[in-house]
């Protein structure tokens, strides 16, 4: 019934983005590149909270992948001959995500194999350190642009491709985390050892954990690649992966809904600062610290109760 009910769901929000495509050209080019920075934030959010909110990981290299999938995925774009047939040209972009996505899966698993023994903050440091890695190795190869950065990529992205991603996105990590499967990546965040006595095998939630969402995160980098149309390593520095950090932070590590709605408020937040230009950043950072000390477990989560507490005690 679960499954029916989101596949309706689904199917509702591919009619509603091809819908509103139509009437794309009656938007204004700025709050249409908002809305589509939106959607590739919250696709980026919800991959990082799979890993982080719902495995227990802490991951701060999640830009790496991004930057991996949007490579990947322009390089095959760069190399195909798009035809008049819009048919022909849904199947390259297609293409083209899947393996940007698949590519940023196969570097996490690479990552993900060694490096998810560890935990807290050195595997925090292990993947910021990933990141890095990756930007500096594409800045310096040339056939990728190097430092200059990489030219010539379609502009294939739109509204249909990025919200119809971002409802397949939420649908399958909502499918999976309410799954029989999907509780053994709750079990390992509650309690690690007491999930290993039950037979659950920790390193293996925490790697498909970090596949499935370096693969969302590869997808992301791919679709941002085709709408901005040039890339270069320093659109996925660090300060990227800190970005998609305090969206997942914000909202509430392990609430589906709380990251969609950060990701959201921090897409456009920036935006609406920028009438005060030369202290954005001031005003926007000095609006996180505030509510990180008023709402530490996250700005959309619901805080427990005074009843709910004492029913929790009485139960231990």
């Known amino acids: 019934m679960r499954l029916h009910k989101s596949g309706l769901m689904l199917i509702a929000a591919i009619v509603t983005g091809f819908a509103i495509s139509r009437f794309e050209h009656l938007i204004n080019p700025y709050y249409y590149q908002v809305l589509i920075y939106i959607g590739i934030n919250i696709i980026l959010a919800s991959s990082l909270n799979l890993i982080n909110g719902f495995a227990g990981q802490f991951s701060l290299g999640h830009a790496g992948f991004m930057a991996v999938g949007a490579y990947t995925s322009a390089v095959v774009t760069s190399q195909l001959h798009f035809a008049s047939s819009s048919m022909l040209n849904t199947a390259a972009f297609s293409l083209a995500l899947l393996l940007g996505g698949i590519v940023a899966a196969i570097f996490g698993l690479l990552v993900g194999i060694p490096s998810l023994r560890l935990k807290g903050d050195y595997l925090a440091i292990t ?8 930007r500096v190795i594409v800045q310096n190869l040339d056939f990728l642009g190097g430092a200059r950065g990489f030219t010539g990529i379609p502009k294939l992205t739109n509204f249909v491709w990025v919200f119809s991603t971002v409802a397949i996105v939420i649908l399958l990590v909502s499918n999976l985390i309410n799954s029989t499967y999907g509780k053994s990546f709750l079990a390992v965040r509650d309690d690690e050892l007491a999930a290993e006595t039950i037979g659950i095998s920790s390193t293996r939630v925490k790697v498909i954990a970090f596949v499935t969402g370096a693969f969302f995160a590869g997808v992301a980098g791919a679709l941002y690649a085709h709408f901005v149309t040039y890339i270069n390593p320093a659109q996925f520095s ?7 950090v305090v969206m997942v932070i914000i909202g509430g590590m392990g609430s589906i809904f709380g990251v969609i709605l950060s990701a959201i408020l921090l897409t456009i937040l920036p935006e609406m600062l920028r009438s005060v230009a030369q202290y954005r950043m001031v005003v926007y950072s000095l609006l996180l610290i505030v509510i990180m000390i008023t709402r530490p477990r996250g700005l959309f989560v619901r805080t427990r109760t005074a009843k709910q507490s004492v029913a929790l005690k009485t139960l231990r």
């Open 127 to 134: 993947t910021l350190g990933f990141g890095e890695i990756i």
């Open 238 to 244: 660090f300060l990227k992966s800190f970005e998609i």
